[in-house]
């Protein structure tokens, strides 16, 4: 046991005496090798840190976008002219950046054409307001265009435009899709018949869409009218009937914001739907246009 265990020392010392000369030699292939590998697994590793943390952080940020609020707006501006028949694009811009919205539905907008001085009414809120311009024209008019539009924080993913009726004047739907939400705008016809067929054109666009979706606009119909019994079927309303026509003195209820579920899962009657409005109001604004502006904040989480 003894010479054994000696010559165990012996070989220990030896064999130390080696790796040190081994590891002190200047040129010396296996400590680059060791070295080369030992810098792989580090790297590897960080690799698999840095993919596992932006795979964590991505649906850290969907999620509290589901949890942030949306403030969903709708205004008719009558080409910015207000009741004192001025037309005021800074005036229009302050009303919409009062409520800090993250979409706008607007209505009666002229594109470069003569009346409005060849101007781009929705591009001139959109710099006002550091917003996303997305027009769609219902007509051509005095050699430009007049239409709706969408002004959004958010860069829409896709654009969808349906031609609408309009025995007075055509009519155009805008569909605007972001990440987490679909919001569209729309100024329907005066004329009944026009409206109804308006409903059912939109209904059967939408019914392939799978995120919730959001109709906002100037419907020209009051809450008990067969367009709007017909739309609140298959949609919520969110901003309730308080007057928002005329604007000095309103006394009845034509425009509106409503949610809906393409895929029938959050039902009308779903009362999930009324948890998720936040608040909703009509501005009590008299003057800038001949109709009053509207508004709801809205948690999207609140029908997950």
């Not at 007049?146 to 004047?169: A, D, F, W």
């Not at 119909?221 to 949609?235: D, G, H, M, R, V």
């Amino acid at each position: 046991m003894e010479t054994k265990l000696t010559n165990n020392k012996n070989f220990r010392s030896k064999s130390d005496s080696f790796y040190r000369f081994v590891a002190n030699s200047p040129d010396n292939s296996n400590q680059n090798s060791f070295s080369w590998i030992e810098g792989s697994l580090k790297g590897i590793g960080c690799w698999f840190i840095f993919i596992f943390f932006m795979i964590f952080s991505s649906k850290t940020i969907i999620a509290q976008e589901l949890e942030k609020p949306l403030r969903l707006m709708s205004y008719n501006i009558r080409t910015a002219r207000g009741m004192d028949n001025i037309q005021d694009y800074d005036r229009i811009a302050a009303i919409i950046n009062s409520k800090k919205p993250d979409v706008v539905a607007i209505q009666e907008l002229d594109m470069k054409n003569e009346r409005s001085q060849n101007d781009d009414i929705l591009a001139e809120l959109a710099n006002r307001t550091d917003m996303n311009a997305s027009f769609s024209g219902a007509i051509s008019f005095r050699g430009g265009e007049y239409g709706i539009g969408i002004l959004s924080k958010e860069k829409p993913i896709q654009l969808r435009r349906l031609p609408l009726p309009g025995s007075e004047e055509k009519r155009t739907f805008l569909i605007a899709e972001f990440e987490n939400y679909i919001f569209c705008c729309t100024h329907f016809s005066l004329t009944e018949a026009d409206r109804q067929t308006s409903v059912q054109l939109i209904q059967n666009e939408l019914k392939n869409d799978t995120k919730i979706t959001f109709l906002a606009g100037d419907f020209n119909a009051k809450p008990e009218s067969p367009t709007i019994l017909s739309l609140t079927q298959n949609c919520v309303n969110l901003t309730g009937e308080n007057p928002t026509y005329p604007a000095d003195k309103p006394n009845i209820c034509i425009d509106f914001i409503f949610g809906m579920d393409p895929t029938g899962k959050q039902s009308t009657d779903n009362p999930n739907w009324q948890t998720g409005i936040l608040q909703n109001e009509v501005l009590n604004e008299p003057l800038a246009s001949d109709h009053r502006p509207i508004f709801v904040e809205f948690n999207l989480s609140a029908l997950k």
